[in-house]
T-cell receptor, first 115, second 111 residues
Framework: ETGVTQSPTHLIKTRGQQVTLRCSSQSGHNTVSWYQQALGQGPQFIFQYYREEENGRGNFPPRFSGLQFPNYSSELNVNALELDDSALYLC??????????????FGPGTRLTVL | KQEVTQIPAALSVPEGENLVLNCSFTDSAIYNLQWFRQDPGKGLTSLLLIQSSQREQTSGRLNASLDKSSGRSTLYIAASQPGDSATYLCALLTSGSRLTFGEGTQLTVNP
């Protein structure tokens, strides 16, 4: 059983550019959640994908978008990058059942720096 | 809106000391509470998960408690070691399967 993986590990972009981050969920998991963690703060929920559809969104603008693929892997896309988008982006996978008590397993994160 | 507060923000202790990290939250309508460990620049490692119907969980030198009525959780670390140095985050799972995190307690255990 493989864990949650994310790519790339690190990324440097300039203001105004677009970026795509990738996440492979843990085997058997059907749900992927994305979080943004600024330096010195706790992670903030961006959105969640369940069976290829967005299933909840945090307080992030529309330039943050995502996709989930049939194999349950996921992408996070950020357009028109701003300096404040510099952060560690964490992906978490889980298996959603009828109850919501699904444990989320986190990947190692992608460190994005916007210059 | 769920708000999570962790106290203290930073803690420095000598090796061997027992310590308690605190987490408080404003909305008791939670499904579970998790404690995570984060090493600098790394992802999150889940330490303990307490379901909303439970009062505590134990794993080795770690014990976490949950009191929904008062909106509090504690993480107790026994006989601390330098390898325990990290940031500890508590997070609550609420409706919509989203985790709400505190800002963490940065722990340093000095040899």
């Amino acid at each position: 059983e493989t864990g949650v993986t994310q790519s790339p590990t690190h990324l440097i972009k300039t203001r105004g550019q677009q970026v795509t981050l990738r996440c492979s969920s843990q085997s058997g998991h059907n749900t992927v959640s994305w979080y943004q963690q600024a330096l010195g703060q706790g992670p903030q929920f961006i959105f969640q994908y369940y069976r290829e559809e967005e299933n909840g969104r945090g307080n992030f603008p529309p330039r943050f978008s995502g996709l989930q693929f049939p194999n349950y892997s996921s992408e996070l896309n950020v357009n028109a990058l701003e300096l404040d988008d510099s952060a560690l982006y964490l992906c978490a996978s889980s298996h959603k059942r009828e109850t919501n008590t699904d444990t989320q397993y986190f990947g190692p994160g992608t460190r994005l720096t916007v210059l | 809106k769920q708000e999570v507060t962790q106290i203290p923000a930073a803690l420095s202790v000598p090796e061997g000391e027992n310590l308690v990290l605190n987490c408080s939250f404003t909305d008791s309508a939670i499904y579970n509470l998790q404690w995570f460990r984060q090493d600098p620049g790394k992802g999150l490692t889940s330490l303990l998960l307490i379901q909303s119907s439970q009062r505590e969980q134990t794993s080795g030198r770690l014990n976490a408690s949950l009191d929904k009525s008062s909106g509090r959780s504690t993480l107790y670390i026994a006989a601390s070691q330098p390898g325990d140095s990290a940031t500890y985050l508590c997070a609550l799972l609420t409706s919509g399967s989203r985790l709400t995190f505190g800002e963490g307690t940065q722990l340093t255990v000095n040899p």
